[in-house]
């Protein structure tokens, strides 16, 4: 296909900007999708916000995108044109790593796209560009009619599912998600699935009510004094079994370890710039027998499960959309996306 495409480039702090780009041509195992809509995670607003010096600008960001393959290379075979997909971030599929099914992070050798620059001096995996080409391994088929905003949920909500397998939640168990934020909603959402039985805190009115509305009952805000007296209620006495940090802020970490158990699991799901402070005393772990278990990126194992879940609807992210601006306002979605307390703000990246 040739021509040029729209490109959604962050060019420096507080400046995002539409880029015209050439379409990229593709080889015989390679497949072009044209993007529709591309989700702003929270490390693309936070180098918007200039947190993130680490990411280079210029920035063709986005990762959390969905589209509609529109071509194919003579060697692809399982992919046609007008599949509705979503990207995952995979490894190479042939180092020891990746045979051994650990996420794309370990691959011997994959190079983030972040630190990489283009022949036209762009960093960034181009999720918010109008084309992207990719090979079929990272591309995982989406319900014609689930709408793009939605299928852009795969990449987060695979780390989700990756991290609960990692925690080895069980039917039954009684889990305390920390944080109601979009990954801390997944989080609960996915532990459920799994047959948690789930306990959601954050201190945010707007959030409880989102968890609220995906059924959740037992929830708790922090900043009573009833925190420990309200775990204890719904636990029947009995205390937790695991505890998923969703939050990168320093009081989540003292809370999760003034509440936990003897036994108790602790998923480190969230990280923050700069890092919050972390308190820990070691005899804790040790005579309590607690583990802490950690967590990043995902297995294609989960990022088939997620696609699976946002296929049949198992997992809800529709109250996890805060709006929905077209790619020439860029600058007002990423104001949007970086508001404190906001869920995901969707770029249209293509009618
Ligand atoms: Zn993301
Ligand atoms: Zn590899």
Redesign the pocket.
Do not use: F, I, V
């Given at each position: 296909m040739n021509g040029t495409m729209k490109m959604s480039v962050l060019v420096d702090v507080k400046k995002a900007e539409i880029h015209e780009g050439r379409i990229p041509e593709i080889k015989s195992n390679e497949v072009l999708v044209q993007n529709k809509t591309c989700n702003i995670c929270t490390a693309d607003y936070q180098q918007w916000l200039g947190l993130r010096p680490q990411q280079h600008f210029n920035m063709a960001f986005g990762h959390e995108n969905a589209g509609i393959v529109v071509e194919v290379g003579s060697e692809v075979k399982n992919i046609k044109v007008g599949e509705h997909v979503a990207f995952g971030v995979m490894?190479?599929?042939?180092?020891e790593?990746?045979r051994k099914s650990f996420n794309a992070n370990f691959?011997?050798?994959?190079t983030s796209s972040y630190a990489l620059k283009d022949a036209e001096g762009y960093y960034g995996p181009k999720g918010a560009s109008e084309y992207k080409v990719s090979v079929p391994r990272v591309l995982f088929k989406m319900r014609e009619d689930l709408p793009s905003q939605e299928a852009g949920f795969l990449e987060p909500l695979a780390t989700v599912v990756e991290g609960i397998q990692r925690l080895r939640v069980s039917p039954g168990e009684k889990v305390l998600v920390i944080g109601a934020g979009t990954m801390g909603i997944l989080n609960a959402q996915v532990a459920r699935l799994f047959g948690a039985d789930v306990i959601i805190s954050d201190p945010m009115e707007k959030k409880l009510k989102t968890a609220t509305e995906l059924g959740f009952k037992h929830i708790i805000n922090p900043t009573g004094n009833d925190f420990e007296e309200k775990i204890s209620e719904f636990t029947d006495g009995k205390g937790l079994d695991a505890i998923v940090i969703a939050v990168g802020v320093t009081s989540a970490y003292k809370q999760a370890f003034d509440v936990a158990p003897k036994g108790c699991r602790f998923l480190i799901f969230a990280a923050s710039f700069p890092a919050p402070t972390w308190e820990l005393d070691p005899n804790k772990v040790h005579y309590k027998l607690w583990e802490i278990i950690g967590t990043y990126g995902a297995s294609s194992k989960s990022y088939q499960m997620a696609a699976d879940f946002l296929n049949s609807g198992q997992i809800n992210t529709k109250p996890l959309i805060d709006a929905v601006y077209d790619i020439e306002q860029i600058q007002e979605a990423f104001t949007a996306a970086a508001k404190p307390g906001s869920y995901r703000v969707a770029l249209k990246i293509t009618k």
């Open positions: 490894g190479c599929g042939e180092c790593d990746c691959c011997n050798y994959r």
